[in-house]
């Protein structure tokens, strides 16, 4: 009987022990399987997320690469507007804004507006023009400027008025200098030159503060910022000369 049940016992225990085991394997499972899917999940993100990035820095690139030279170039003129103390810096600097594209993947920016030829045909009249009555230039486009100065205030609050405004203002000087034409040639043309350089500077200050279509190229409205500007500073020397620093007579300052 003893041996008996020995092996009866024997036969048992096998089968426990499987059952147990089996119920052991079975409890690790579910372990072990959801950290398996948490790390497949985890790659999974992260190579979305790395996929994600690279589209955008290929889109990032592409914009760089058609935008920004162009941006760098316009920036580059501005500055060196700015270091030269162009009087028409902030037309350059708003030259930048109108280069960069409206929105990413624009192929390339609008092409700068080419040079106004009345403008042209001007300016080469001043350089042309002899001394003397380039000075009388000079002293006419001051009083203009002051005059201007005296309505609006200065560049600044002339910009900030509506564009009907300035456009009415520059319509009278345009008007003005439609009227003088005729003494282009004579001893009397400096009425024309002043008036129609002032028109066309102002023009090109209220074109370069607002979206009005730009009727010049930006290197030419260099060219008209540098001119104005020299025909000031000639029109204040000329009458310091004429008149003293005070406002007297240079002669009886002098006697």
Same mark, same amino acid.
Do not use: C
């Given at each position: 009987?003893?041996? *008996? +049940?020995?092996? @009866? /016992?024997? $036969?048992? =225990? #096998?089968?426990?022990? &499987?059952?147990?085991?089996?119920? *052991? +394997?079975?409890? @690790? /499972?579910? $372990?072990? =399987? #959801?950290?398996?899917? &948490?790390?497949?999940?985890?790659?999974?993100?992260?190579?979305?997320?790395?996929?994600?990035?690279?589209?955008?820095?290929?889109?990032?690139?592409?914009?760089?690469?058609?935008?920004?030279?162009?941006?760098?170039?316009?920036?580059?003129?501005?500055?060196?507007?700015?270091?030269?103390?162009?009087?028409?810096?902030?037309?350059?600097?708003?030259?930048?804004?109108?280069?960069?594209?409206?929105?990413?993947?624009?192929?390339?920016?609008?092409?700068?507006?080419?040079?106004?030829?009345?403008?042209?045909?001007?300016?080469?009249?001043?350089?042309?023009?002899?001394?003397?009555?380039?000075?009388?230039?000079?002293?006419?486009?001051?009083?203009?400027?002051?005059?201007?100065?005296?309505?609006?205030?200065?560049?600044?609050?002339?910009?900030?008025?509506?564009?009907?405004?300035?456009?009415?203002?520059?319509?009278?000087?345009?008007?003005?200098?439609?009227?003088?034409?005729?003494?282009?040639?004579?001893?009397?043309?400096?009425?024309?030159?002043?008036?129609?350089?002032?028109?066309?500077?102002?023009?090109?200050?209220?074109?370069?503060?607002?979206?009005?279509?730009?009727?010049?190229?930006?290197?030419?409205?260099?060219?008209?910022?540098?001119?104005?500007?020299?025909?000031?500073?000639?029109?204040?020397?000329?009458?310091?000369?004429?008149?003293?620093?005070?406002?007297?007579?240079?002669?009886?300052?002098?006697?």
């Amino acid at each position: 009987m003893s041996s *008996r +049940q020995d092996h @009866e /016992r024997n $036969d048992h =225990e #096998p089968k426990d022990h &499987g059952r147990q085991d089996h119920g *052991r +394997q079975e409890d @690790e /499972r579910p $372990d072990v =399987e #959801p950290a398996k899917g &948490g790390v497949r999940a985890a790659a999974f993100d992260r190579q979305a997320a790395l996929a994600l990035l690279g589209s955008w820095v290929a889109v990032l690139r592409r914009w760089r690469d058609k935008a920004l030279p162009h941006a760098a170039t316009a920036a580059g003129k501005a500055a060196q507007a700015l270091r030269d103390g162009s009087p028409m810096a902030a037309a350059a600097i708003g030259r930048v804004a109108s280069l960069l594209p409206n929105r990413v993947g624009t192929a390339e920016p609008e092409p700068p507006p080419p040079d106004d030829p009345e403008l042209i045909d001007i300016l080469a009249g001043l350089d042309a023009m002899p001394p003397g009555r380039r000075d009388e230039v000079a002293l006419m486009v001051l009083d203009l400027w002051e005059a201007f100065t005296k309505e609006f205030g200065g560049v600044s609050a002339f910009v900030s008025q509506s564009v009907d405004a300035r456009q009415a203002y520059v319509a009278r000087l345009q008007a003005s200098a439609g009227r003088m034409a005729a003494t282009r040639g004579t001893e009397r043309e400096h009425f024309y030159y002043s008036v129609v350089i002032v028109a066309h500077y102002l023009d090109a200050w209220s074109q370069a503060a607002t979206e009005e279509a730009h009727t010049r190229s930006p290197a030419q409205v260099d060219r008209l910022g540098a001119q104005f500007t020299a025909l000031v500073e000639r029109g204040r020397t000329i009458r310091t000369l004429r008149t003293g620093p005070a406002g007297s007579p240079a002669s009886a300052r002098k006697s």
